[in-house]
Each structure stands twice: as structure tokens, then as C-alpha cells.
């Protein structure tokens, strides 16, 4: 879902672009303590694995695809600051080495791919934290996933809207409605990858994931 | 480094090299969501002035120096997704310093790598 360069209009990336510098520089100043000895290597990993699953693209409708976004999983398992920072580190290389995203759209797409979804993710985060994590935690993240891929999507079209990069004949509602109807289905697939990542992450890494520090340390989530 | 810590980065390399690697070799062609929607709505032509980065080492997906192709794809992969990796590891390490430093240092002692 990255907006290509040309799309937006200088008031529409700048705005977003004063949006997500913000978000970062609250994420960057909140990191510190939230960052234990385990965590740094998590974050690393996570970042290459949403880097690399952003480019497998799946089959969605006739003709389309959709690829995931991995906000939300970030803001489950790592938070909102850090997972803010390292879906921000991906973008930033997408755009600056792969051509992937606009440059100047960078603050567009890390609201949207970013900022959005991992806030999302960090409200679900306290409903794994639990001992065992049941329907619930699972039924929450799909939906979020649901949730986060729509207003993403929503985002994505008021930006091209107010940037006058629809044509005139079609209507903001019309736009709105293939955007958001294939959103759809690819929200539904950010969900439930989401949910299976996160089971496994925590199978695998509860304590670095959760911050519960060994024997004898303060514990900080 | 712990034996945990080493094991996570080598499961971020693994994740590199086979999903970033191989499985993102036989991903769709088709275009994402966005892509779709601005084709059937018929906004494809950028309207105002926008910045590209230059394809310095990269094209796309691909690697310059081996053309189109598996290799050429493999190699983007990889090495996009070890670039953020390592990216993310110097971060965070100079932000747990920040922290520690303010900190004096108390919340993760004997912590040292």
C-alpha cells in the first residue's frame, strides 16, 4: 500500500509528514526504557522479517494482490514506540534503496503502515501478555488486523483526494469503495498472519517479547 | 552475546535468506490494493511534483549488476532485509546506551553483551 512519488500534494505529504516525524520522535524518546538486552536483537529480526515478507505478495482478487503490512504484529510483540521505529527503518530503506514508496510520501506511508497499525497493535499487546492468551486475544488481533489494513486503506484515499490525484469523475465515496472492498480481504490475511506470528513469537521468545527479566532484575515490559 | 541473542540474529538471518530470498521469488506480479485502485479509478499519472530516490545500487527489487532474474531478485532480498536488520540492532543499541547513560546505568546491570 506504499503511495508512489508524485501522488500527493505538498500540503497533504507535509501534513503527514509532521504527523509521523512527531510519532517517531515521542517513539524514539520513549524507547530507551522500554529496550532491555533482548529486545534489541527482537526488534532486528522483526525488522528483517516484515521487510521480507512485504515483498511476498499473495494472490487476493482477480488480478490483484496484497502483501502484508506488519504493523499490527509489530505493535502486539514489540509495543508502539519500538514497533513505530522499526516499521519507520523499513519504509525509510524501501524508499531510499528499492524505490518502493515516494520519498516525499514517507510520512504518508509510515502513518499508514506504521503509525496506525502498531497502535492498533500495542492496545491488543496487554491481551497476550496474560498467561495464556486465549479466543480472545486471537479474536482481537484478527479483527485489529481487519481494522488497521481498512484504515490504512481509508487514509490512503482522503490523502489522494485532497491532493486532487483522483480524477474529477470519480467520486470520493466510489473511491473509497474499491479501495476499502479489497482492503477487505487483505486485512483479513494481516489478521490472521498476524495471530500466527505472534503465537510463535511467543512460544519462542515470550521473555524478550514481554520483558520478564531473569531472576534478580527489576522486570520491565 | 548470549546464546540467546545469537540464536535470535540467526534466526533473522535464516528469515533473510528464505523469505526475503526465495519466497519472494515466486510472489504475484499482480498489482497490490493500491496499485489495483488507482488503475480502475484511473488515477495512474502523478499530478504533482514528486521525489524519486535514485536507483543507485538497486533497481526496484533488483540488484543492478545482475539484471532481472532469481539471483538478481535473491540478492535484494537478502540484503535488504540484513540491511534493516542491522540497521535496527545499531539503533537499539545506541538507544539502550542513551538509557543507560541517563539511567546511571541501574536497570540492567550485568546486562553487558
Redesign the interface.
Known amino acids: 500500500?506504499?503511495?508512489?512519488?508524485?501522488?500527493?500534494?505538498?500540503p497533504a505529504w507535509g501534513a503527514m509528514a509532521a504527523v509521523s516525524g512527531a510519532a517517531i520522535a515521542g517513539s524514539?524518546a520513549l524507547?530507551?526504557?522500554r529496550?532491555?538486552?533482548?529486545?534489541?536483537?527482537?526488534?532486528?529480526?522483526m525488522?528483517?522479517?516484515v521487510?521480507?515478507?512485504q515483498?511476498?505478495?499473495?494472490?487476493?482478487l482477480a488480478?490483484?494482490?496484497?502483501?502484508l503490512g506488519g504493523g499490527l504484529l509489530l505493535g502486539v510483540l514489540l509495543g508502539a514506540p519500538l514497533g513505530i521505529?522499526?516499521m519507520a527503518?523499513?519504509l525509510v530503506?524501501?524508499?531510499?534503496?528499492?524505490?518502493?514508496g515516494?520519498?516525499?510520501?514517507l510520512g504518508a506511508n509510515i502513518f499508514v503502515m506504521g503509525v496506525l497499525p502498531c497502535l492498533l497493535g500495542a492496545a491488543a499487546r496487554r491481551l497476550w501478555a496474560r498467561p495464556k492468551p486465549g479466543m480472545v486475544a486471537y479474536i482481537v488481533t484478527l479483527v485489529s488486523g481487519v481494522a488497521a489494513v481498512l484504515a490504512g486503506?481509508t487514509v490512503?484515499?482522503l490523502l489522494?483526494w485532497w491532493?486532487?490525484?483522483?480524477?474529477g469523475k470519480?467520486g470520493l465515496a466510489?473511491?473509497l469503495g474499491?479501495?476499502d472492498f479489497?482492503?477487505l480481504f487483505?486485512g483479513i490475511v494481516e489478521g490472521l498472519v498476524s495471530v500466527a506470528v505472534v503465537r510463535f513469537v511467543l512460544g519462542v521468545?515470550r521473555?524478550?517479547v514481554l520483558g520478564v527479566a531473569p531472576v534478580g532484575?527489576?522486570a520491565?515490559a | 552475546m548470549t546464546r540467546y541473542n545469537r540464536n535470535t540474529i540467526v534466526a533473522g538471518i535464516v528469515i533473510a535468506v528464505v523469505i526475503g530470498g526465495v519466497l519472494s521469488y515466486f510472489a504475484s506480479e499482480d498489482p497490490d490494493g493500491l496499485e489495483k485502485t488507482q488503475g480502475d479509478l484511473g488515477a495512474t499519472q502523478p499530478a504533482h511534483k514528486g521525489l524519486d530516490a535514485p536507483p543507485v545500487a538497486f533497481n526496484e527489487y533488483s540488484l543492478k549488476w545482475l539484471g532481472e532474474g532469481f539471483w538478481s531478485h535473491a540478492a535484494a532480498g537478502v540484503i535488504g532485509s540484513l540491511v534493516v536488520m542491522g540497521l535496527l540492532l545499531g539503533l537499539g543499541r545506541v538507544l539502550r546506551r542513551a538509557r543507560q547513560t541517563s539511567s546511571g546505568g541501574q536497570g540492567s546491570a550485568g546486562s553487558g553483551s
Open positions: 500500500m506504499h503511495i508512489a512519488s508524485g501522488f500527493l500534494s505538498p524514539l524507547a530507551g526504557r529496550l532491555d538486552d533482548r529486545k534489541v536483537p527482537l526488534m532486528g529480526v525488522g528483517a522479517f521487510f521480507a515478507a515483498m511476498v505478495n499473495f494472490p487476493i488480478g490483484t494482490s496484497g502483501h521505529i522499526v527503518s523499513i530503506v524501501q524508499a531510499l534503496v528499492f524505490q518502493d515516494g520519498v516525499e510520501a486503506a490512503v484515499v489522494l491532493s486532487g490525484s483522483l480524477p470519480v466510489e473511491a474499491v479501495m479489497i482492503h487483505i521468545r521473555e524478550a532484575e527489576g520491565r
